[in-house]
């Protein structure tokens, strides 16, 4: 009985020895074992993938023959083989499911559409493959902030070859998108503010299918995350005129990679206008340039106005708050009027501003109402204040006139024994 | 009217009060400025209770309702705005007046026997006087106070072995939250108001029983004068200037309402509880973390304890004032303890970190 509790306990202890894999043994013993210690951390390593997964042969053979041709080794593919072979998985639909149900797996379909993968099916070996951008040997997945891939490392993964005046010599591009981008508002929301949902390179011309682009879709990329400035632009006179001219709509007043943060002093006609480089003094659009920045400077000032009568309201110790907050209604219509300028529609414009203004005016005559009534109480406190004062006058008079009484304050021998 | 009187009489002892007020003599001085704080801060009670009770009429203690009861209290209840700001500011000028009451107490020897009582009862109603401005100054429910509140329930948290339990009744949980303002509302209006006006009328009867002091070596060298009509219309004409001082307060300088309580925002940028309690909150700051194997914060608020302890039994203490004699000693010690409050009051404002 005891031989039999023995050998049970033997084998519940016994566990099956990992699996022996002749490539990880004989790597990490050579000079540079990068490859075996950065698999560690890497995705397919954490979804049981092993060496020959990718470079094939049999990893179950100890000695040098484990990459023999005839196992399926390919040992280090080149670059023009590696989108064929990341797509042999990635691209399998039935496979991937096992590990990610919502993982894409049209990656290796777009890049073959990309300006990388045509150049990459013309022989150009310098392009980038997956692997210039996800890393080799350690590849983490996206959401993970090491990953270059993460939104905040997309723009310097991309400048690591974008940004390379000498390896981008031969393709006749600039070289200074990331340096633009780094100055923009994009740039800076995402870069310095960490702010992840700001737009990066793939934002614009997609990853895995990266391309330009092209004039007459501009609206459409900037108008994914900026729709209703999209939608008052389309159906704008400004639409059919740029598309005339092939002029890339949004970039043409905002800039592309160095866009940045609006200002009002972009429209009308001012030296530093966008529109003046298109519209002539004399045309219907310089008018309409000058009679929106009008409209929109009035509301800005009426806000301004407001907001400091409601500023000193509030310092003399008025309560105001109310009408404090009725002033975000203008400051939204003054938002609203400057999407509005994309209609090109001036009329669009004031009467939006309109509105605001019509708000920030009752805002200060609230305001201004109530430091009025502040006055009022003061002036009209000048009068208990006076009767205070008489009273307490006569008050004291009369305590002087019995003080020059002797008669009338108490001999000390009639008073109480106090200590 | 004799018909009235006789009425009156009939019914109520007014003779015998008439007779006691006619017989009723206080000591003349010629510089008595320090015999008015107590009138003074009765006056300042009464106003209290009046505007407070005018307030309860709007008001509504919850932490989403509160700021807004205030806010439309000042904002559109006629005349809401001068009783809100008239509560405030004689809030204010009532602690900072029984502080006065109490100090000069203390130097002119007044609670030396028999009048030990009155100054022990006198100085339970500064402490409820205190907790008054601690508990109201949470109810507008805005930013300053709800952070102040923090502050000051950590101070009393401070307190070696009980102060964690002190802390948590007050707060009526860990926190801050809308608990504590509830319970703060009851202790304002309905628990400190009974005990307080009670022992008023103590302390009054005291007063009334005992006479007013004379300080030791009969500066008034005997001379007297009437309660009545001499000491009341003087009374009357201080009430009169404290009426003044505050209706021109409440319209110069109306008490601002700031804005609303947010529990989740940081706190504003120095942050301290209010002017009465900013001695013993900048003292603290001033302690190191451990005093001889003790946490300091815990030595400071044991410290207070003791010093307040000192000043309630200072009657018994000074046996020399007891026998009449000048006790410079004692005197030396309040003025010490006068100075360093007001230094680190004064700090709190200019230097507060």
Same mark, same amino acid.
């Given at each position: 009985?005891?031989?039999?509790?023995?050998?049970?306990?033997?084998?519940?202890?016994?566990?099956?020895?990992?699996?022996?894999?002749?490539?990880?043994?004989?790597?990490?013993?050579?000079?540079?074992?990068?490859?075996?210690?950065?698999?560690?951390?890497?995705?397919?390593?954490?979804?049981?993938?092993?060496?020959?997964?990718?470079?094939?042969?049999?990893?179950?053979?100890?000695?040098?023959?484990?990459?023999?041709?005839?196992?399926?080794?390919?040992?280090?593919?080149?670059?023009?083989?590696?989108?064929?072979?990341?797509?042999?998985?990635?691209?399998?639909?039935?496979?991937?499911?096992?590990?990610?149900?919502?993982?894409?797996?049209?990656?290796?379909?777009?890049?073959?559409?990309?300006?990388?993968?045509?150049?990459?099916?013309?022989?150009?070996?310098?392009?980038?493959?997956?692997?210039?951008?996800?890393?080799?040997?350690?590849?983490?997945?996206?959401?993970?902030?090491?990953?270059?891939?993460?939104?905040?490392?997309?723009?310097?993964?991309?400048?690591?070859?974008?940004?390379?005046?000498?390896?981008?010599?031969?393709?006749?591009?600039?070289?200074?998108?990331?340096?633009?981008?780094?100055?923009?508002?994009?740039?800076?929301?995402?870069?310095?503010?960490?702010?992840?949902?700001?737009?990066?390179?793939?934002?614009?011309?997609?990853?895995?299918?990266?391309?330009?682009?092209?004039?007459?879709?501009?609206?459409?990329?900037?108008?994914?995350?900026?729709?209703?400035?999209?939608?008052?632009?389309?159906?704008?006179?400004?639409?059919?005129?740029?598309?005339?001219?092939?002029?890339?709509?949004?970039?043409?007043?905002?800039?592309?990679?160095?866009?940045?943060?609006?200002?009002?002093?972009?429209?009308?006609?001012?030296?530093?206008?966008?529109?003046?480089?298109?519209?002539?003094?004399?045309?219907?659009?310089?008018?309409?340039?000058?009679?929106?920045?009008?409209?929109?400077?009035?509301?800005?000032?009426?806000?301004?106005?407001?907001?400091?009568?409601?500023?000193?309201?509030?310092?003399?110790?008025?309560?105001?708050?109310?009408?404090?907050?009725?002033?975000?209604?203008?400051?939204?219509?003054?938002?609203?009027?400057?999407?509005?300028?994309?209609?090109?529609?001036?009329?669009?414009?004031?009467?939006?501003?309109?509105?605001?203004?019509?708000?920030?005016?009752?805002?200060?005559?609230?305001?201004?109402?109530?430091?009025?009534?502040?006055?009022?109480?003061?002036?009209?406190?000048?009068?208990?204040?006076?009767?205070?004062?008489?009273?307490?006058?006569?008050?004291?008079?009369?305590?002087?006139?019995?003080?020059?009484?002797?008669?009338?304050?108490?001999?000390?021998?009639?008073?109480?024994?106090?200590? | 009217?004799?018909?009235?009187?006789?009425?009156?009489?009939?019914?109520?002892?007014?003779?015998?009060?008439?007779?006691?007020?006619?017989?009723?003599?206080?000591?003349?001085?010629?510089?008595?400025?320090?015999?008015?704080?107590?009138?003074?801060?009765?006056?300042?009670?009464?106003?209290?209770?009046?505007?407070?009770?005018?307030?309860?009429?709007?008001?509504?203690?919850?932490?989403?309702?509160?700021?807004?009861?205030?806010?439309?209290?000042?904002?559109?209840?006629?005349?809401?705005?001068?009783?809100?700001?008239?509560?405030?500011?004689?809030?204010?000028?009532?602690?900072?007046?029984?502080?006065?009451?109490?100090?000069?107490?203390?130097?002119?020897?007044?609670?030396?026997?028999?009048?030990? %009582?009155?100054?022990?009862?006198?100085?339970?109603?500064?402490? &409820? *006087?205190?907790? +008054? !401005? $601690?508990?109201?100054? #949470? =109810? /507008?429910?805005?930013?300053?106070?709800?952070?102040?509140?923090?502050?000051?329930?950590?101070?009393?948290?401070?307190?070696?072995?009980?102060?964690?339990?002190?802390?948590?009744? %007050?707060?009526?949980?860990?926190?801050?939250?809308?608990?504590? &303002? *509830?319970?703060? +509302? !009851? $202790?304002?209006?309905? #628990? =400190? /108001?009974?005990?307080?006006?009670?022992?008023?009328?103590?302390?009054?009867?005291?007063?009334?029983?005992?006479?007013?002091?004379?300080?030791?070596?009969?500066?008034?060298?005997?001379?007297?004068?009437?309660?009545?009509?001499?000491?009341?219309?003087?009374?009357?004409?201080?009430?009169?200037?404290?009426?003044?001082?505050?209706?021109?307060?409440?319209?110069?300088?109306?008490?601002?309402?700031?804005?609303?309580?947010?529990?989740?925002?940081?706190?504003?940028?120095?942050?301290?509880?209010?002017?009465?309690?900013?001695?013993?909150?900048?003292?603290?700051?001033?302690?190191?973390?451990?005093?001889?194997?003790?946490?300091?914060?815990?030595?400071?608020?044991?410290?207070?304890?003791?010093?307040?302890?000192?000043?309630?039994?200072?009657?018994?203490?000074?046996?020399?004032?007891?026998?009449?004699?000048?006790?410079?000693?004692?005197?030396?010690?309040?003025?010490?303890?006068?100075?360093?409050?007001?230094?680190?009051?004064?700090?709190?404002?200019?230097?507060?970190?």
């Amino acid at each position: 009985m005891r031989l039999v509790a023995t050998a049970a306990l033997v084998l519940a202890l016994a566990r099956p020895a990992a699996a022996a894999d002749s490539c990880v043994d004989c790597h990490k013993q050579l000079d540079n074992p990068v490859q075996v210690e950065g698999m560690k951390a890497d995705v397919h390593t954490k979804a049981g993938l092993s060496c020959a997964g990718c470079h094939g042969g049999d990893p179950t053979d100890p000695d040098v023959s484990a990459m023999d041709e005839a196992k399926g080794f390919v040992g280090k593919p080149g670059a023009a083989r590696i989108p064929a072979l990341c797509g042999g998985c990635h691209g399998d639909e039935s496979y991937m499911r096992r590990f990610n149900p919502n993982l894409p797996t049209d990656q290796l379909a777009q890049y073959d559409t990309s300006v990388h993968g045509r150049r990459l099916a013309g022989g150009d070996a310098k392009v980038a493959t997956c692997v210039s951008c996800h890393g080799v040997h350690g590849i983490l997945p996206p959401n993970d902030a090491r990953s270059p891939v993460h939104p905040a490392n997309v723009a310097k993964t991309c400048a690591h070859c974008h940004a390379d005046a000498t390896y981008m010599a031969d393709y006749h591009v600039p070289t200074d998108q990331f340096l633009k981008y780094q100055r923009s508002v994009h740039g800076w929301m995402l870069l310095v503010q960490l702010d992840t949902s700001a737009p990066t390179c793939n934002d614009c011309h997609g990853n895995h299918g990266a391309f330009p682009p092209g004039a007459t879709s501009v609206d459409a990329v900037c108008g994914q995350c900026h729709p209703v400035n999209r939608d008052f632009f389309v159906a704008s006179p400004h639409k059919a005129a740029f598309d005339r001219q092939g002029l890339p709509e949004c970039v043409v007043c905002h800039g592309n990679h160095g866009v940045l943060r609006t200002n009002d002093d972009m429209l009308g006609t001012g030296d530093v206008s966008v529109c003046v480089g298109c519209h002539r003094a004399d045309s219907k659009g310089w008018a309409a340039a000058g009679q929106m920045r009008g409209a929109i400077d009035r509301l800005r000032g009426a806000i301004d106005g407001a907001q400091q009568a409601v500023m000193r309201a509030n310092a003399a110790g008025m309560e105001v708050s109310e009408a404090e907050f009725s002033l975000q209604g203008a400051r939204e219509a003054l938002v609203q009027a400057r999407n509005q300028v994309h209609t090109s529609d001036a009329a669009a414009v004031e009467k939006v501003v309109g509105a605001g203004a019509d708000t920030a005016a009752a805002v200060e005559r609230t305001a201004q109402a109530a430091l009025v009534e502040l006055a009022s109480r003061r002036w009209l406190a000048i009068l208990p204040l006076a009767m205070i004062a008489i009273v307490a006058g006569l008050l004291y008079w009369k305590v002087r006139t019995l003080d020059s009484n002797p008669a009338s304050a108490a001999p000390s021998a009639e008073r109480k024994e106090d200590r | 009217m004799p018909f009235l009187s006789a009425w009156l009489e009939q019914r109520l002892p007014v003779r015998a009060l008439r007779d006691f007020l006619a017989h009723k003599q206080v000591p003349a001085r010629q510089h008595a400025i320090w015999y008015y704080f107590g009138g003074a801060a009765l006056f300042l009670y009464l106003v209290q209770v009046a505007t407070g009770v005018l307030l309860l009429l709007y008001y509504r203690p919850a932490p989403e309702s509160a700021f807004e009861s205030v806010r439309f209290i000042v904002a559109h209840v006629p005349f809401g705005w001068l009783i809100r700001s008239v509560h405030a500011w004689a809030a204010n000028l009532m602690v900072a007046t029984v502080f006065g009451h109490l100090f000069s107490v203390f130097f002119l020897k007044a609670y030396r026997s028999p009048r030990e %009582l009155t100054w022990m009862s006198g100085c339970l109603l500064l402490a &409820l *006087t205190m907790a +008054f !401005g $601690f508990s109201g100054y #949470l =109810l /507008p429910w805005n930013e300053l106070a709800f952070f102040a509140t923090k502050v000051g329930t950590d101070i009393v948290g401070a307190a070696p072995l009980v102060g964690d339990t002190i802390r948590f009744v %007050l707060r009526g949980g860990e926190d801050v939250t809308g608990a504590t &303002l *509830t319970r703060f +509302f !009851g $202790f304002h209006v309905a #628990l =400190l /108001p009974l005990v307080t006006t009670l022992l008023l009328l103590g302390h009054l009867l005291l007063v009334q029983v005992h006479g007013v002091s004379e300080p030791i070596g009969g500066a008034t060298r005997g001379r007297r004068i009437p309660f009545y009509p001499h000491f009341m219309l003087r009374e009357l004409i201080v009430w009169l200037g404290m009426l003044a001082v505050l209706v021109g307060l409440a319209t110069f300088l109306p008490w601002e309402l700031g804005h609303k309580a947010d529990p989740f925002a940081p706190a504003p940028q120095g942050i301290r509880p209010e002017w009465y309690f900013t001695f013993m909150s900048q003292t603290l700051k001033y302690l190191p973390p451990t005093i001889l194997g003790f946490e300091g914060e815990h030595v400071g608020i044991l410290a207070f304890g003791v010093i307040a302890v000192l000043l309630f039994v200072a009657p018994l203490l000074d046996r020399r004032a007891g026998r009449g004699v000048p006790s410079p000693l004692v005197s030396a010690a309040g003025a010490v303890l006068l100075v360093f409050m007001l230094a680190m009051t004064l700090l709190a404002y200019v230097k507060p970190y």
